[in-house]
């Protein structure tokens, strides 16, 4: 089963909010977009998407695939490695899940 399936919320978060036009929607970093999420989606939304990025990453896959699926099956345009002191996918994942719960 595709990730988009397994995990339809975190699909239509990400291709949604971290679509080809992130930046010019939201600003230069990930935490506005983040911020712009937040602001948009109920507390139940958001702790659905944190909670299904928290199962999305208890698969076992290594860097390499985790980011492969992040792009190309659920429509993410933003690369952490990219970023200004980048991070990996995983951790970069993490940090979303946690600003999701900060949040509520």
Same mark, same amino acid.
């Given at each position: 089963?595709?990730?988009?399936?397994?995990?339809?919320? +975190? %699909? @239509? *978060?990400?291709?949604?909010? *971290?679509?080809?036009?992130?930046?010019?929607? $939201?600003?230069?970093?990930? =935490? %506005?977009?983040?911020?712009? *999420? !937040?602001?948009?989606? /109920?507390? $139940?939304? @958001? !702790?659905a998407v944190a909670d299904q990025i928290d199962a999305f990453l208890a698969d076992p896959r290594d860097e390499a695939q985790l980011s492969d699926v992040v792009f190309r099956d659920l429509?993410?345009?933003?690369?952490? $490695?990219?970023?200004?002191?980048? $991070?990996?996918?995983?951790?970069? +994942? @993490? =940090?979303?899940? =946690?600003?999701? @719960?900060? /949040?509520?």
């Amino acid at each position: 089963m595709a990730a988009r399936d397994r995990y339809p919320g +975190l %699909h @239509r *978060f990400l291709a949604a909010y *971290f679509n080809e036009d992130w930046v010019v929607i $939201s600003g230069p970093t990930w =935490q %506005h977009v983040a911020e712009d *999420f !937040c602001h948009d989606a /109920s507390v $139940s939304e @958001r !702790c659905a998407v944190a909670d299904q990025i928290d199962a999305f990453l208890a698969d076992p896959r290594d860097e390499a695939q985790l980011s492969d699926v992040v792009f190309r099956d659920l429509g993410c345009y933003y690369d952490p $490695s990219a970023a200004a002191g980048g $991070s990996g996918m995983r951790a970069w +994942l @993490r =940090q979303l899940a =946690q600003a999701m @719960r900060l /949040s509520t």
